[in-house]
């Protein structure tokens, strides 16, 4: 078993800032990259940003210069600290991983449940 759980979303301002994080937990061998997804309403799921293993972050255009990946591999946790929100950023945040559970195991995509931001005056 393995899961994936996300914290730190709310409600923010304008020009506010949000620290989410996703942790892993349960049985698993090894977690290759970590991702951050968002869904606004009505609209398809978007990528935000991919982390490497080796910590080397990659970003989606309509977030680069305001919001950072980072994680922790001794606790298997990513992070996405977010500043400058604006309404547009309004969305279900996902984290997703690619894990393995023993030794010849294959690398499995994995979710959370998402945790809510939401931007406004």
């Known amino acids: 078993q393995v899961q994936l759980v996300e914290s730190g979303g709310g409600l923010v301002q304008p020009g506010g800032s949000l620290r989410l994080s996703c942790a892993a937990s349960?049985?698993?061998?090894?977690?290759?990259?970590m991702a951050w997804y968002r869904q606004a309403p009505g609209k398809e799921r978007d990528l935000v940003g991919v982390i490497t293993s080796d910590t080397r972050p990659y970003y989606a255009h309509s977030v680069k210069g305001r919001f950072t990946l980072s994680r922790e591999n001794t606790k298997n946790t990513a992070y996405l600290q977010m500043n400058s929100l604006q309404p547009e950023d309004t969305a279900v945040y996902s984290c997703?991983?690619?894990?393995?559970?023993?030794?010849?195991?294959?690398?499995?995509?994995?979710w959370g449940q998402g945790t809510q931001v939401t931007v406004s005056s």
């Open positions: 997703n991983a690619q894990i393995s559970r023993y030794p010849g195991d294959t690398m499995r995509t994995y």
């Open positions: 349960g049985r698993y061998l090894n977690i290759s990259n």
